[in-house]
């Protein structure tokens, strides 16, 4: 009951920020003009604003920020780590080698990939997103630590952006800016057809996650436990990483290497309710991640900081409380 | 296969590679095996070997009259379960939410009334709202025994469950082995623990992993005397 309680709440604040999104923005419409836009009475500049910028942005700013909390819940899970997350493995590093590969890299060699619009930048984000999950997940049986592994994805992001300087020194000027406007991170950009995929990818995977519910949870109780539970390893394995690289990788191909999204919308709803079973927490990881995208563009309109500016500003903070807060609090039944 | 609720057929594990002969005896419902050998023997492998885990080298392993290795993951957990050395740690999962889930893997309805009879059973519903991972090693593997216990409808390998609990959570543990055993479950443990073992009185069955340098491995039908065991045990 007060889990629905605090739901309805989570939608009625997305929908008042969805709202105040949609109702302000620097073109000064009166909100008569905003309305008539909006069903479509209004002149062109007005529908112009309103269907073509303000309403795909903040779709694709709620479809992101659904997939990246979906896609750290499952990373969290995976590695049973509750540091894990698309940036901080190093996915998102390889999703940005992958643009960077298309984008520089093609226009180095005379390819124009831009030709093609967005295919061969968001094929590149979901082969270096997707490649970065396999490695971790052949390398983490070798790993007695988990901290260990969290460093191996530390050093393949630095790999990735050694990778991406290199590139970048040889890129045209041109190419060059592109990528670098790419790499502060947006929703603004990707339209509708964009919006459309990543909600394409999301449905399907959110109700796979309801369903594989229990199985999660059993995850989180050790490989052996979940396996003698009846949990398929090889095959759960595979799907968790492949929703999880998959989400990330379509989000960065499109707003850039979005950082800590993912890796904060989980924790914000532990923080909340500690206790949570997988299937009572996929909505509200949904909610809150849009909710927070919602909140972080809504800032980038207003004071015009770049996005990934502001939630590094906000979520480097967050982990380090994390950090601290966990080492501080040693249950008090655990000393007994 | 005439009720058994485990029979090992000539067995012969994967590790160690030296190997440890091949392994034959049957576990009647109720009955507990305790199996002893020097680290790196390979207790851990033959219990996973059990669980269906791991393959064999030669022979097959039938649970309640099937190879374990035939059977899928989910019908497997119908009729085994095991319990690790350490209880899992980092879980945001309450015991009310692991009993749960083990009524579930276990193929049986887990409404709230089951829920509650089985946190009961298994001596763990006074922490039924806390988290696992709030609870002391020792509380937290006395879950993970009442969980195994309660999805298990045969079989229930534990390996070393007692190797990080205090004196009482030692004893305690080998307690509550006994009362679920008396409840028609089949029980395989591997230990170091060997005076624990003799003191809770109900081992009557052992295996002894030795390599086959030493004599090779040996199952034996008699009470435990840890002294005894311990003389082998240096032996080899």
Known sequence: MRQRVSMVWMALALLVLFATGLFSGPAHLSLDQEWEALTGHGEDTAHTIMWKLRLPRLMMAVAAGAALGLSGLLMQTFFRNALAGPSVLGVTSGSTLGVALVSLGGATLGWAPEEFGM?????????????????????????????????????????????????????????????????????????????????????????????????????????????????????????????????????????????????????????????????????????????????????????????????????????????????????????? | MNGSSLTLDSVELLHPSEGVGALSFNLEPGSILVVVGRNGAGKSTLLKTMAGLMPTRKGNVLVSGRKVNDLAPGTRAHHLAFVASTPPRGTVLSVRDVMELALEAGGQVAHADAVQEAMEKGGVAQWSDHLLDHLSDGMAQRVMLARAFVQARDLVLMDEPTAFLDVVGRRSTMEQVGAWMEMGKTVVLSTHDLEAV????????????????????????QKFNSMEIKAMLTDS
């Open chain 1, 119 to 336: 295919a061969p930048q968001v094929m590149g984000a979901l082969l270096g997103s997707t490649l970065v999950m396999v490695m971790l997940a052949l390398v983490m049986g070798r790993f007695r630590s988990r901290t260990a592994l969290l460093i191996f994805g530390l050093m393949v992001g630095y790999l990735a952006g050694a990778m991406v300087t290199v590139l970048q020194a040889g890129a045209d000027a041109g190419a060059l800016q592109a990528f670098v406007h790419w790499g502060m991170g947006s929703f603004a950009r990707g339209g509708w057809g964009a919006c459309g995929v990543v909600f394409a990818a999301l449905l399907p995977l959110v109700w796979w996650s309801l369903s594989a519910g229990n199985r999660l949870d059993m995850w989180t109780m050790g490989t052996l436990t979940a396996r003698t539970m009846g949990v398929d390893e090889r095959g759960l394995t595979w799907r968790m990483l492949g929703a999880a690289g998959v989400l990330a990788g379509l989000v960065t191909a499109w707003c850039g290497p979005v950082a800590f999204l993912g890796l904060a919308t989980p924790h914000l709803v532990r923080a909340a309710v500690p206790h949570r079973r997988h299937r009572s927490m996929v909505w509200p990881v949904l909610l809150t991640g849009a909710i927070l995208a919602l909140l972080a563009d809504g800032v980038v309109r207003m004071m015009g900081i770049p996005l990934n500016a502001i939630l590094s500003l906000i979520g480097a903070p967050v982990v380090l409380l994390l950090i601290i807060g966990r080492s501080r609090n040693r249950p008090a039944l655990a000393k007994s």
């Open chain 2, 198 to 221: 003799e003191e809770a009185g109900w081992a009557d069955q052992w295996l002894l992993l030795r390599p086959r340098a030493k004599g090779g491995s040996q199952f034996m039908q």
